[in-house]
């Protein structure tokens, strides 16, 4: 692939060592997972990138590493404020001059960032923002002088997928990306999602306006596929409500095995603790996120919650205490306010409590756990009254006349039919959700594949029955939601 020449612009070298060099002495990592350094060639080469890869892939490091080699600044378009944080808080301790501009940063920083910035010349290597912010015209001033300095180094747009997910209906600023490809034509732009059926690809290259130049694009499509992780689908209805003690169940159970003398002494020798089992618990309303958490603190469960209407100073505190295994913190039970892109290496499980809104938005969460590779467990408790509160929930959320309204039904749907399949592979499944002809070889680790038969039978005694829910149904019973 010859390098783009870029008008008006900085050079690029190719050189494979400086990338090498850059890894291992930056980012302590010794060697590329595949795809991994062609993708940053191709960035380094000046061309637009779409990356589509497995969550915990690392496709970060493919527009972090670029960031540190190249001249100028990197602007990272990131949709969520822990996302952020977790990403500059990392590149912080590698030395790597990083920054956020949010509405969260506090006034000295913003102060500093705007005059590094006004220099022209940024030091800051990467800037983390809201598509919010770029829609600001005090901040597209900035950036225009940036560019006139020849020092807007590239765009990258993190979590692409909520262009398509968010940007038709509540983050309108989302679809106004394309400023960047109209402002700034010879700037390249990568893109990276884990979550993208074809609509969705589509969707960004042409919101972003990557497929105006398609000779000057490289896509990267690699498996969703997360072999480490058990899926499991948990039956349940309004009726038993046994899902609190069917998760404690399950938890103890875990730590009795963590306490089993041999495995203790291979936690002892890691410096491990025995009941330190980190994981997640997404629900669906703030007060269930409280109410939970609280619950499983009684029972002597290190539980904290994450939501929106948190402080900042919580959230923070929350976060660095989960991620640096402080005891009482190993459970975050958290809303859709935390989870995409979060990066810690050993979450052990992530259950969802209630049926998130979109299959994206499942895999997606499932993603943050067995991130070092090591097997970990993804259940979702799934209740057909459930399954109608949250239609209304996403009926109610999208505007009558939502470009989006169509699609976010279908995913909701594609969600449920994954959970009422008992004919075959979650993994399977999964995969061709995101359109992979070829689906992966499941080494037990999801129910049917562990027991096909008792999954069926599972799922015939744990859920309510379609004609009561329909009933139900009619009598309004479902027309209260979750309040989130
Ligand atoms: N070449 C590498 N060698 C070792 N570790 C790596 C390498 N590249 C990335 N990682 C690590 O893999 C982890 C996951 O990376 P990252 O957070 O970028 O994943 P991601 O692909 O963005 O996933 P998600 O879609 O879930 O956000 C990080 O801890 C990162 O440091």
């Known amino acids: 692939m010859p ?8 050079v690029r070298t190719d050189s494979f060592q400086d990338v090498d060099f850059t890894l291992r002495r930056q ?13 940053i060639l191709a960035a380094r080469e000046g061309r637009d990138v779409f990356v589509q890869a497995a969550t915990s892939f690392g ?88 560019y006139e300095q020849k020092e807007l180094a590239r765009i990258a747009v993190d979590e692409a997928h909520c262009i398509s997910e968010w940007g038709h209906d509540f983050r309108k600023d989302f679809k106004k990306l394309v400023w960047f490809r109209d402002t700034f034509p010879d700037v390249p732009i990568m893109a990276l999602t884990a979550t993208a059926n074809s609509r969705v690809r589509d969707d960004v290259l042409s919101t972003l306006g990557l497929n105006r130049n398609p000779e000057k694009l490289s896509v990267f499509t690699m498996t969703a596929h997360r ?19 069917d998760f404690c169940r399950w938890f103890e159970g875990v730590i009795a095995r963590r306490r089993r003398p041999e495995r ?69 039970v958290a809303t859709t306010a935390f989870g995409m892109g979060i990066d810690k290496d050993n979450v052990r499980f992530v259950v969802h409590w209630r049926l998130p809104k979109s299959f994206e938005g499942y895999y997606q969460e499932a993603g943050r756990a067995g991130r070092d590779g090591n097997a970990s467990y993804c259940f979702l408790y799934y209740s057909r009254e459930d399954q109608e509160r949250i239609s209304n929930m996403v009926m109610r959320d999208i505007p009558k006349d939502g470009e989006n309204r169509l ?33 992966p070889r499941c080494d037990y680790a999801c129910d049917w594949c562990k027991d096909a038969e008792g999954t069926k039978r599972r799922m015939r005694n744990g859920l309510a029955t379609e004609e009561f829910v329909s009933t139900q149904r009619q009598e309004g019973r479902y027309d209260e939601y979750y309040s989130d």
């Open 264 to 332: 203790k002494r291979e936690l002892v020798e890691k410096q491990e603790r025995d009941d330190c089992v980190p994981g997640i618990i997404y629900t669906i309303s703030r007060d269930e996120c409280e109410s939970l958490s609280a619950a499983l603190r009684h029972q002597g469960i290190g539980a904290r919650p994450f939501h929106a209407k948190l402080t900042k100073e919580d959230k923070e505190k929350t976060l660095a205490n989960w991620i640096a295994n402080v005891p009482g913190w190993d459970i975050i």
């Open 59 to 146: 496709k970060s490091l493919c527009f972090q590493l670029p960031a540190v080699l190249d001249m100028g600044i990197t602007i990272v378009i990131s949709p969520l404020l822990s996302l952020m944080m977790n990403q500059v808080v990392a590149l912080q301790a590698a030395k790597v001059d990083a920054r956020t501009l949010n509405s969260q940063t506090p006034p000295q920083e913003r102060d500093h960032i705007y005059a590094d910035l006004a220099t022209g010349h940024p030091r800051t290597r990467l800037l983390y923002v809201t598509p919010e912010l770029c829609s600001t015209d005090s901040f597209r001033k900035r950036l225009s002088f940036v």
């Open 3 to 10: 390098p783009l020449a870029r008008t008006g612009s900085f």
């Open 27 to 39: 980012f302590n990592k010794t060697s590329f997972r595949p795809q991994q350094r062609e993708i």
């Open 407 to 439: 699609a976010r039904m279908e995913s909701l749907q594609a969600l449920v039919r994954y959970c009422e399949d008992t004919s075959g592979c979650r993994h399977a499944a999964v995969c061709r959700y995101f359109g992979e002809v070829e689906v």
């Open 227 to 245: 072999p480490n992780l058990h899926l499991e689908i948990r039956y349940t209805s309004d009726e038993a409500d046994d899902r609190f003690d």
